[in-house]
């Protein structure tokens, strides 16, 4: 059976669902239209990538041109897939959905990148390995992965989670900059391998203060490799907590572990990005609670204003974010903390801002 014979059986099931239990016939011309222009272009992409990947069995080399086509196409029919399922019932939407993926997935899956986010091994989406993958720029797919590992680190979305690791670096050389303490007491949520944190102390040979790290993951594997890579670092003393924040900040039947109190700096990053507002909530209270009088929490955001960029992810990956305004999270910061300074540096993508809150000391 042909790509397009079976989507077409698919074709009428998506009529059906779409329009009221109407059937083919009845649908009017315009819609009728929009379906099948789009299960056109799905079977053209599909069979552009059979191409593709039987060149790459005769062992071609990479194409740089032909990269440039896939990029294009791959876009148009994320868009266009996108287009078509807000316009249609959520039935409708889901079927969609299934013929991409049906229709994709033998040539995207050769991508170990795009392979580890679909099937989510550890679990959850975002994993620690799947960062180092980001951060590293991974490339080392054969055949048509190639294509894919390249068209997902060129994403803007993949350099901004880059961007967002420097921002923190250097928040992090500012803070010891700053600090007159001999003693610093940080904490890192959802902390994953720390990246920026063993790049920060490799490239920042001189700091001398003894450095208490609070390394909280619910994932042991990210913890390992943090503990693995820090402990070279003889200033630094560590604590792990393997624990989902959820449980720290006391939403689960399980009792609330004690997280230790008077931290200088409390940060996050990629993690509020998976908690819906109610849980946003508790954890800015918690965690602003936790600082000594002059410490600072911050926090870092996906940006809701380029929403195609999630497009990929969401599309061939099933990874999804609650993406958020970032006025509007610097109200919702200020809303919970009183009145509150909260300053947000963005990254120059546009795709992930900060927050910075800094607790007022006693006697301001
Ligand atoms: C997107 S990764 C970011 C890792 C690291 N912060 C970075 O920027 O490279 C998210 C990390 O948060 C952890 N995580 C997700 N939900 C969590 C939760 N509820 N409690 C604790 N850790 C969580 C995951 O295990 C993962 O290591």
Redesign the pocket.
């Known amino acids: 059976m042909s790509n397009l014979e079976r989507l077409s059986g698919c074709f009428r099931e998506v009529f059906i669902d779409d329009d009221n239990k109407k059937t083919a016939h009845t649908l009017s011309y315009e819609r009728r239209g929009t379906l099948e222009s789009f299960l056109k272009l799905l079977t053209g992409y599909s069979e552009f990538l059979e191409r593709l990947s039987g060149e790459d069995k005769e062992g071609k080399a990479f194409n740089a041109n032909l990269y440039e086509i896939l990029k294009e196409k791959t876009i148009n029919i994320l868009l266009s897939s996108d287009g078509l399922s807000k316009n249609i019932s959520p039935g409708g939407a889901e079927k969609i959905r299934f013929l991409f993926r049906e229709s994709v997935f033998e040539y995207i899956f050769k991508s170990d990148l795009l392979r580890r986010f679909y099937e989510k091994p550890?679990g959850?989406p975002?994993?620690?390995m799947?960062?180092e993958m980001i951060?590293d720029q991974y490339n080392s797919s054969k055949g048509i992965g190639a294509y894919f590992d390249k068209f997902i680190i060129d994403n803007t979305l993949s350099s901004a989670?880059i961007n967002?690791?420097e921002i923190?670096k250097k928040i992090l050389a500012e803070f010891f900059a700053s600090t007159e303490r001999d003693v610093v007491n940080i904490a890192?949520?959802?902390?994953?391998?720390?990246?920026?944190l063993r790049e920060f102390f490799s490239e920042s040979r001189n700091v001398s203060k003894r450095v208490n790290c609070s390394l909280?993951?619910?994932?042991m594997e990210?913890l390992a490799l943090s503990e693995k890579e820090l402990s070279s670092y003889p200033n630094v003393r560590m604590r792990i907590y393997n624990?989902?924040?959820?449980?720290i900040l006391g939403l689960t039947d399980k009792k609330d572990p004690a997280f230790f109190d008077n931290y200088d700096l409390i940060y996050?990053?990629?993690?509020i990005?998976?908690f819906l507002n109610s849980t946003l909530e508790r954890f800015i209270e918690f965690f602003y609670n936790k600082l000594r009088p002059g410490g600072t929490l911050v926090v870092?955001s996906c940006d809701s204003q380029y929403p195609e960029v999630y497009l990929p992810l969401g599309w061939f990956c099933d990874w999804n974010f609650y993406k958020r305004d970032a006025v509007a999270l610097q109200n919702f910061f200020r809303k919970f903390l009183g009145a509150m300074s909260v300053e947000i540096i963005r990254e120059e993508n546009g795709h992930v801002f900060f927050l910075i809150v800094k607790k007022l000391t006693q006697n301001v």
Do not use: H, P, T, W
């Open positions: 550890r959850y975002g994993d620690y799947m960062f951060y989670v967002r690791k923190m890192n949520l959802g902390c994953g391998g720390c990246r920026e909280v993951d619910q994932d990210g624990q989902s924040v959820i449980q996050s990053m990629g993690l990005d998976y870092a």
